[in-house]
């Protein structure tokens, strides 16, 4: 069974750091595309980022681009997502996504597993 799995969300201030981990389980993703989508309450689920299967490749949605980077650990199967400068607006439960392409995109569509997300929550 493959699952995805998120940790490290919490309750922080503006201007706090958190780093959320997705770690990967029944297959490996060591050639796989991987992504961070956030939801708000109210809203869809949107882009955060995504980095490519070798790793030397990330792109973000403009919004967190200089405050939030993503990385992987191929041998443990995990990605990370490191969050610093976090504003109010960052307010939402986060996902990981696992693509069967190389490189991903900012479609929820190009991704096959999820994750059951995790809360992140930044108070004024």
């Known amino acids: 069974q493959v699952q995805l799995v998120e940790s490290g969300g919490g309750l922080v201030q503006a201007g706090d750091s958190l780093r959320l981990s997705c770690a990967a389980s029944?297959?490996?993703?060591?050639?796989?595309?991987m992504g961070w989508f956030r939801q708000a309450p109210g809203k869809e689920r949107e882009f955060v980022g995504a980095?490519?299967?070798?790793?030397?490749?990330?792109y973000y949605r403009d919004s967190v681009k200089g405050r939030f980077t993503i990385s992987r650990d191929k041998a443990k199967n995990t990605v990370f997502l490191q969050m610093n400068s976090l504003k109010p607006e960052d307010t939402a439960v986060y996902y990981c996504a696992a693509a069967s392409r190389r490189y991903g995109t900012v479609l929820t569509h190009d991704y096959d597993y999820w994750g059951q997300g995790t809360q992140v929550t930044v108070s004024s």
């Open positions: 980095i490519n299967w070798s790793g030397d490749s990330t």
């Open positions: 029944g297959r490996t993703f060591s050639n796989s595309a």
